[in-house]
């Protein structure tokens, strides 16, 4: 269940509380006059000649909660932004146009960006100053809120027409700047792997893994990227160096205190190089791509062929640590699975970074969910509490790291990090690894046990389709890789959701979001790139071809609403919406991957399972519409990169009983640049070889199921023997 979003003043109701999203549910009850997006307030600010402060972010965010405590709770504050301003509160998550063409605006302006964004526009939505967090009055450098208040309103007063057109040049030379970009001509080079990985090499932390220093982000579509650059020349030194700088990464995040001992999952990011003092948040989007990038280093660790990790010298190392990466990829699925599962079968949005201390108290914190004081382990553990301590780095006054803890909330708290390994702790208390590996598993169920009478961190219980559809890839491919069938159907049933809730059969059109029912919010380019991949991994893992079918039908729809047909690539937004004054492309792959570098790939793949060359040619436009990009800076977009080497080898397989040890001989291997195709006389074969004639040739081989490899257009011959296919696909 949604934790309750409790009112800070409930004498005030505005009419944010009318509407579904937690973040503006959070904000209902503010002394502010605020509004949601759209005509009112917009006619309003035109009526009264008032600019609008327009401030946005989300429902976990941390510094967002702090803005809100300071200023939005405050009487006086409020009594300033009623008089002066018509104020407006926009959901990043729920309206992500919106939130895409003001942050262009503060990033261009002040040279950096976040979330509280506050930005003050004139009343025709043109933007003339941005900032992020404001304190309520002067310090760290900046200028109290109220005081900015003040200044922009007696500015305005003063010479709004001026503040007018300073706002539509502003925006004009942003609009000149995305069409700049998109008329920039450079041409698709094999060089930019090399770039690539060479700016990702220079950039990472070979002691702690990750890339740059504090604060560090997962980044899953770097470890993407690096895969497939290992996946081309497994042999070659950049390509093992490409492999090292991904193992590195993952088994340092495993270890860190960003990684939920307990619970299992990640949060969103560390503050520190070391992965250890987390921002607590936890995101849909990182447990899915994190898990789809452990399940891509599981495949390749299974490889016999794999040179033995660096600095280690035996195959038992290599075995332990895909154990190690299995047991990670398990405990990010189950996490989805038990604490963001609506009872429907989508997937919840996030959990909170903060939380209280203690039931029917007000106080509340980052990270008190999930932190231990020393005594509380002794507590809770007795005997086993040494080895918990030893192996997680609990100290007597608190682990965190000197610097990394600015605002003095962890003095005294333990965020548990895997401090030595199972190994080392064994050796340290002279017992054998089974016995340790005992006793910490009986300490995490009884600290789980404690920390689940806790007060739990507020949930964002609204189920965006766009990580829906990253969550149904995870789980698919989580089926596959680790021969798991609970996962296939926690990804049916969530795709099952999807098609009932949040797509209209009568318009084709996917929406955007949904809480308790359907938003108004159409779907966006990544939602529905997104939800057509995990679509399209699902079909992988089920073999069900009406997922393909609906994958079609997203495609003709996502086409028609966001294709640029001059310059190829996907708009973020459809156009329709005139409150969104710049049609943008996203051309960086960052916490989430860009909406065009998903769709490059589904097109590809769709392309490949109904041999139709408009879509492959369609795809082949939108990688090349990125290329002025990838020449400036190639490692922007990795996920591009995995999209323009997807070369795509097909493989089916015809069925009968004994089809499953082939199928499991494909998942025991990472093949990045496969589709499979199940052939088994049934409605999906007929349904792919109306398009597909070398698929309807395809059959058992004397009443044995048989995978056909098929590769540059070419197959080789049929295969039948599971030992025979791994030979096969090792070359």
Same mark, same amino acid.
């Given at each position: 269940?949604?934790?309750?979003?409790?009112?800070?003043?409930?004498?005030?109701?505005?009419?944010?509380?009318?509407?579904?999203?937690?973040?503006?549910?959070? $904000?209902?009850?503010?002394?502010?006059?605020?509004?949601?997006?759209?005509?009112?307030?917009?006619?309003?600010?035109?009526? &009264?000649?008032?600019? *609008?402060?327009?401030?946005?972010?989300?429902?976990?965010? $941390?510094?967002?909660?702090?803005?809100?405590? &300071?200023?939005?709770?405050?009487?006086?504050?409020?009594?300033?932004?009623?008089?002066?301003?018509?104020?407006?509160?926009?959901?990043?998550?729920?309206?992500?146009?919106?939130?895409?063409?003001?942050?262009?605006?503060?990033?261009?302006?002040?040279?950096?960006?976040?979330?509280?964004?506050?930005?003050?526009?004139?009343?025709?939505?043109?933007?003339?100053?941005?900032?992020?967090?404001?304190?309520?009055?002067?310090?760290?450098?900046?200028?109290?809120?109220?005081?900015?208040?003040?200044?922009?309103?007696?500015?305005?007063?003063?010479?709004?027409?001026?503040?007018?057109?300073?706002?539509?040049?502003?925006? %004009?030379?942003?609009?000149?700047?995305?069409?700049?970009?998109?008329?920039?001509?450079?041409?698709?080079?094999?060089?930019?792997?090399?770039?690539?990985?060479?700016?990702?090499?220079?950039?990472? !932390?070979?002691?702690?893994?990750?890339?740059?220093?504090?604060?560090?982000?997962?980044?899953?579509?770097?470890?993407?990227?690096?895969?497939?650059?290992?996946?081309?020349?497994?042999?070659?030194?950049?390509?093992? $160096?490409?492999?090292?700088?991904?193992?590195?990464?993952?088994?340092?995040?495993?270890?860190?205190?960003?990684?939920? $001992?307990?619970?299992?999952?990640?949060?969103?990011?560390?503050?520190?190089?070391?992965?250890?003092?987390?921002?607590?948040?936890?995101?849909?989007?990182?447990?899915?791509?994190?898990?789809?990038?452990?399940?891509?280093?599981?495949?390749?660790?299974?490889?016999?062929?794999?040179?033995?990790?660096?600095?280690?010298?035996?195959?038992?190392?290599?075995?332990?640590?895909?154990? %190690?990466?299995?047991?990670?990829?398990?405990?990010?699925?189950?996490?989805?699975?038990?604490?963001?599962?609506?009872?429907?079968?989508?997937?919840?949005?996030?959990?909170?970074?903060?939380?209280?201390?203690?039931?029917?108290?007000?106080?509340?914190?980052?990270?008190?969910?999930?932190?231990?004081?020393?005594?509380?382990? !002794?507590?809770?553990?007795?005997?086993?509490?040494?080895?918990?301590?030893?192996?997680?780095?609990?100290?007597?006054?608190?682990?965190?790291?000197?610097?990394?803890?600015?605002?003095?909330?962890?003095?005294?708290?333990?965020?548990?990090?895997?401090?030595?390994?199972?190994? &080392?702790?064994?050796?340290?208390?002279?017992?054998?690894?089974?016995?340790?590996?005992?006793?910490?598993?009986?300490?995490?169920?009884?600290?789980?046990?404690?920390?689940?009478?806790?007060?739990?961190?507020?949930?964002?219980?609204?189920?965006?389709?766009?990580?829906?559809?990253?969550?149904?890839?995870?789980?698919?491919?989580?089926?596959?890789?680790?021969? %798991?069938?609970?996962?296939?159907?926690?990804?049916?049933?969530?795709?099952?959701?999807?098609?009932?809730?949040?797509?209209?059969?009568?318009?084709?059109?996917?929406?955007?979001?949904?809480?308790?029912?359907?938003?108004?919010? %159409?779907?966006?380019?990544?939602?529905?790139?997104?939800?057509?991949?995990?679509?399209?991994?699902?079909?992988?893992?089920?073999?069900?071809?009406?997922?393909?079918?609906?994958?079609?039908?997203?495609?003709?729809?996502?086409?028609?609403?966001?294709?640029?047909?001059?310059?190829?690539?996907?708009?973020?937004?459809?156009?329709?919406?005139?409150?969104?004054?710049?049609?943008?492309?996203?051309?960086?792959?960052?916490?989430?991957?860009?909406?065009?570098?998903?769709?490059?790939?589904?097109?590809?793949?769709?392309?490949?399972?109904?041999?139709?060359?408009?879509? !492959?040619?369609?795809?082949?436009?939108? *990688?090349?519409?990125?290329?002025?990009?990838?020449?400036?800076?190639?490692?922007?977009?990795?996920?591009?990169?995995?999209?323009?080497?997807?070369?795509?080898?097909?493989?089916?397989?015809?069925?009968?009983?004994?089809?499953?040890?082939?199928?499991?001989?494909?998942?025991?291997?990472?093949?990045?640049?496969?589709?499979?195709?199940?052939?088994?006389?049934?409605?999906?074969?007929?349904?792919?070889? &109306?398009?597909?004639?070398?698929?309807?040739?395809?059959?058992?081989?004397?009443?044995?199921?048989?995978?056909?490899?098929?590769?540059?257009?070419?197959?080789?011959?049929?295969?039948?023997?599971?030992?025979?296919?791994?030979?096969?696909?090792?070359?």
């Amino acid at each position: 269940m949604a934790a309750e979003i409790q009112p800070a003043h409930p004498a005030h109701t505005n009419r944010l509380a009318r509407e579904k999203s937690p973040y503006l549910l959070q $904000h209902a009850h503010n002394p502010v006059d605020w509004y949601p997006w759209g005509e009112e307030a917009f006619a309003k600010a035109r009526r &009264e000649n008032k600019p *609008i402060f327009l401030s946005i972010g989300y429902s976990t965010c $941390h510094w967002c909660h702090v803005m809100a405590h &300071e200023s939005f709770e405050d009487e006086a504050t409020a009594a300033i932004m009623n008089r002066e301003f018509v104020s407006i509160k926009v959901d990043r998550e729920e309206r992500p146009d919106v939130d895409r063409v003001y942050m262009i605006f503060v990033q261009a302006t002040t040279g950096g960006g976040g979330w509280p964004m506050s930005v003050w526009l004139t009343p025709d939505l043109k933007p003339f100053v941005g900032g992020t967090y404001f304190p309520p009055v002067d310090r760290y450098g900046q200028p109290g809120f109220k005081k900015v208040l003040e200044r922009i309103a007696a500015a305005w007063k003063q010479d709004h027409a001026k503040i007018a057109d300073q706002g539509s040049k502003l925006l %004009e030379a942003l609009r000149e700047s995305q069409n700049a970009q998109a008329e920039t001509t450079a041409k698709i080079d094999n060089q930019f792997f090399q770039t690539a990985y060479e700016q990702l090499s220079r950039s990472f !932390d070979d002691k702690e893994g990750g890339f740059g220093t504090a604060p560090k982000f997962p980044r899953p579509v770097s470890l993407n990227f690096l895969t497939r650059f290992y996946a081309r020349d497994p042999k070659g030194e950049s390509g093992k $160096h490409a492999l090292e700088m991904d193992l590195v990464t993952l088994r340092k995040m495993a270890a860190g205190g960003m990684h939920d $001992h307990l619970g299992g999952g990640f949060h969103r990011y560390s503050v520190d190089r070391y992965w250890h003092v987390s921002h607590f948040e936890k995101m849909l989007y990182d447990q899915a791509q994190l898990a789809s990038a452990y399940l891509d280093a599981i495949q390749i660790l299974r490889d016999p062929h794999l040179n033995p990790l660096p600095g280690q010298g035996e195959e038992v190392a290599k075995r332990q640590v895909r154990v %190690e990466f299995e047991g990670v990829a398990r405990d990010i699925l189950d996490y989805v699975a038990r604490d963001l599962t609506s009872k429907d079968g989508g997937f919840f949005s996030a959990e909170d970074a903060d939380s209280l201390f203690e039931h029917g108290m007000p106080e509340h914190g980052e990270g008190a969910f999930y932190v231990w004081t020393e005594k509380q382990i !002794d507590d809770a553990l007795g005997a086993d509490a040494a080895v918990c301590k030893f192996h997680f780095g609990v100290q007597p006054h608190g682990n965190a790291p000197e610097g990394s803890d600015p605002q003095d909330e962890f003095r005294g708290k333990n965020i548990l990090i895997q401090r030595h390994t199972l190994a &080392e702790t064994a050796k340290h208390f002279k017992k054998s690894d089974d016995e340790i590996r005992q006793s910490l598993m009986r300490s995490r169920e009884k600290l789980l046990t404690i920390r689940n009478k806790r007060p739990r961190p507020h949930l964002d219980d609204k189920i965006i389709a766009a990580w829906n559809g990253l969550m149904i890839s995870a789980y698919a491919r989580g089926a596959q890789v680790l021969d %798991e069938p609970r996962y296939l159907e926690n990804a049916t049933r969530a795709a099952k959701f999807l098609r009932a809730n949040l797509y209209d059969d009568k318009s084709k059109l996917l929406f955007r979001n949904y809480r308790e029912s359907r938003s108004d919010v %159409e779907g966006f380019a990544d939602d529905y790139a997104f939800v057509l991949q995990g679509l399209l991994d699902l079909y992988e893992a089920s073999f069900d071809v009406e997922w393909v079918k609906f994958a079609i039908e997203l495609q003709g729809m996502q086409d028609d609403l966001f294709y640029d047909e001059k310059n190829g690539g996907y708009f973020s937004t459809s156009g329709k919406d005139k409150s969104v004054v710049l049609r943008m492309k996203d051309d960086n792959d960052s916490a989430e991957p860009a909406a065009s570098s998903i769709a490059a790939l589904n097109l590809l793949r769709l392309a490949q399972f109904r041999d139709d060359k408009k879509l !492959d040619e369609r795809a082949r436009k939108t *990688i090349g519409a990125f290329a002025p990009t990838l020449s400036h800076f190639a490692s922007a977009m990795p996920q591009m990169l995995v999209a323009l080497e997807y070369s795509l080898a097909k493989l089916a397989v015809a069925k009968n009983d004994a089809t499953k040890a082939l199928l499991k001989e494909v998942h025991r291997h990472f093949l990045p640049n496969k589709i499979l195709i199940l052939a088994d006389g049934g409605e999906g074969q007929k349904f792919f070889s &109306e398009r597909n004639e070398a698929i309807g040739a395809m059959s058992p081989i004397d009443g044995k199921p048989a995978a056909y490899v098929c590769e540059n257009f070419a197959c080789k011959a049929p295969v039948t023997d599971p030992r025979e296919l791994e030979k096969v696909l090792a070359k």
